[in-house]
């Protein structure tokens, strides 16, 4: 299998693991909010989180990537299902992509998606899988993915 | 909160979480492989698997349903994703449905997904989410889900 090819960074990003020091500088719920509602975490709460997905790396892979200045602008999750289907094989989901509008056209996206993408590969996962809106179809074409189905919810 | 109504299965019919046992009759992969490939998964690496799910109940609930011969006939799985958005909360996620078209009729499906959908909320979800084909949106809406999406996939 041929492995998954990941577009450089620019000079000075780096992509790393979310860590329990991310809680400082808020940088991470900025981030995150420009995708959805981040809501009220205290630290304490944070910081279990943190050791709940590090206890679980084979599972939950919460990724960052920071600019020049150190600032995370860009997150993204890969979670690793484990299933019987497929031979005993895994699902790699994406979740939570989100980039700071002020740096766009940097293909920060798509670096961070074929990350995760080459993340799920190592960890031996037979596919990929994510949900968007619509209107982000395209961006996920030209990470390489396709339309596979639809995406149903139930919300309590 | 209203608790989520589930309705009832068929008299002599049962739901439970998947175990060791399973491996012996086979009906387990018969029924999952009306859905897709299972592949050859020998004895060890399925017990393996049962222990994996068992030591992470708190992420893994494959469940099924067996007839009143005590046949396994549906499955279905429901995992807990943990996540830092909407205040730490926590999404389920339905995967592998598969019933026994022997079985068409009893509702089983829906049975099986309403059953999942209130183990997500007894495990404290904000929401629960699937992927489907466009055939079975219709199923699912009659199970109370709302399309919200578009499923991407990249495979290996």
Same mark, same amino acid.
């Given at each position: 299998?041929?492995?998954? +090819? ?6 000075? $990003? ?6 329990? &020091? ?10 995150? +909010? ?12 944070? *910081?279990?989180?943190?050791? $709940? ?12 990537? #920071?600019?020049?200045?150190?600032? @995370?602008?860009?997150? /993204?999750?890969?979670?690793?299902? *484990? ?5 005993? /094989?895994?699902? =790699? *989901? @994406?979740?939570? %992509? +989100? ?9 920060? =996206? ?8 080459? %993340?799920?590969? #190592? !960890?031996?996962?037979?596919?990929? %899988?994510?949900?968007?809106? !619509? ?5 996920? &074409?030209?990470? /390489?993915?396709? @339309?596979?189905?639809? &995406?149903?919810? $139930?919300?309590?």
């Amino acid at each position: 299998m041929q492995p998954v +090819s990941v577009p450089a960074l620019p000079q000075g $990003y780096n992509l790393r693991r979310v860590g329990k &020091e991310d809680f400082q500088d808020k940088n991470l719920f900025k981030t995150l +909010s420009i995708l959805t509602t981040v809501g009220d975490i205290p630290e304490p709460k944070f *910081h279990a989180l943190i050791e $709940y997905w590090n206890d679980r790396k084979e599972i939950y892979n919460p990724m960052v990537i #920071t600019n020049a200045e150190n600032v @995370i602008i860009a997150t /993204g999750m890969l979670f690793v299902e *484990h299933k019987l289907i497929h031979g005993g /094989g895994k699902v =790699g *989901h @994406i979740e939570d %992509i +989100s980039v700071n509008p002020s740096e766009q056209g940097k293909k920060l =996206g798509l670096i961070m998606i074929r990350n995760l993408i080459q %993340i799920a590969q #190592t !960890e031996g996962c037979y596919k990929v %899988i994510l949900d968007c809106d !619509e209107k982000n179809v395209r961006f996920y &074409e030209k990470c /390489g993915m396709k @339309i596979e189905g639809v &995406e149903m919810g $139930y919300r309590f």
